[in-house]
């Protein structure tokens, strides 16, 4: 649905884009994560064709967003929730966007429905929270009835409720078949909404896998054991493990397996009260790629 292929973008001096390529697939939820600066929303830019590429091209159903008769009705975006008229009610934000598509009145209400916004549809843009603007954000993004979505930070201002909805809503929108691109700094969120990640850091594609891919990756076959046995570092290091504590009272293991670590405690009277594969989460998989790609760092507060 979405190709984006050897794009590269400068500002001046600044390399914004350095090759980036990546596709984002139908029936799936496609994370787009890296630092800040990293070139995330440049690349979005790029895709609706509001900044130029210097070399590369971004493609939408095979061709560029701006040769798109009726773009709303192939890709549906949300970059900016705050890019509104304070003054307009939502119902006439969103019914100047439908006309501009040849699409009517009937098709507004029915996002502002889907959406929850229903009850306010009448109420003044400017007066709405952040989190209400995003759900506007996204009924503009709808409103075409697209194959693909691509929306930028979507999570920022929800409340829990408002949560729990976005990652229902984000599955289902998959689950017809459509494509979403999603960019997050909310890797929980991310972890249990999407089916692919594209991990980018200083314009450039690090990782382009499956979330499961890469919790494997991560996880590498480490197994946690939970003891308050002072001696058991030294036994499992002296069986050729490689023995880390985690930070909350266990210990994480390599190069041994799970039932070769139990018995060796077991033999030497150790006790544990758990012993288990290491829960990777899509946040360590993020901070282990991203590590040398951080231009802003700020000083360790400890």
Do not use: C
Not at 35 to 61: F, H
């Amino acid at each position: 649905m979405i190709v984006v292929s050897g794009v590269h973008k400068r500002y001046g001096p600044a390399v914004a884009l350095d090759g980036m390529t990546f596709e984002v697939r139908a029936g799936q939820v496609t994370g787009f994560v890296g630092p800040n600066g990293a070139g995330k929303s440049t690349t979005m830019r790029v895709i609706l064709g509001l900044d130029r590429p210097d070399a590369g091209e971004a493609l939408v159903e095979g061709k560029r967003y701006r040769e798109l008769a009726d773009p709303m009705r192939h890709l549906g975006s949300l970059l900016d929730a705050g890019a509104l008229q304070p003054s307009r009610t939502a119902r006439n934000h969103l019914l100047w966007l439908a006309h501009s598509q040849g699409l009517g009145a009937r098709r507004v209400d029915e996002v502002l429905e889907q959406t929850g916004l229903a009850d306010v549809a009448r109420r003044r843009a400017g007066g709405f929270s952040l989190g209400m603007r995003q759900r506007l954000g996204i009924a503009a993004a709808l409103l075409g009835d697209p194959p693909a979505l691509m929306l930028d930070e979507p999570f920022n201002g929800m409340d829990p409720e408002g949560i729990i909805w976005m990652r229902g809503f984000l599955r289902s929108l998959a689950g017809q078949g459509r494509a979403v691109l999603v960019s997050s700094h909310l890797m929980g969120e991310l972890q249990g909404t999407a089916d692919h990640v594209v991990v980018i850091g200083r314009g450039r594609v690090i990782a382009d896998a499956t979330v499961a891919a890469l919790l494997s990756s991560v996880a590498g076959g480490r197994i946690t054991v939970r003891t308050q046995a002072p001696e058991a570092p030294e036994i499992l290091a002296a069986a050729g493990a490689s023995v880390a504590p985690t930070g909350d009272g266990a210990l994480s293991i390599a190069g041994l397996p799970a039932e070769s670590i139990a018995g060796l405690l077991q033999r030497n009277n150790v006790a544990f009260s758990e012993l288990a594969a290491h829960r990777a989460t899509l946040e360590d998989a993020y901070l282990e790629l991203t590590r040398d790609a951080v231009d802003y760092r700020a000083e360790d507060p400890r």
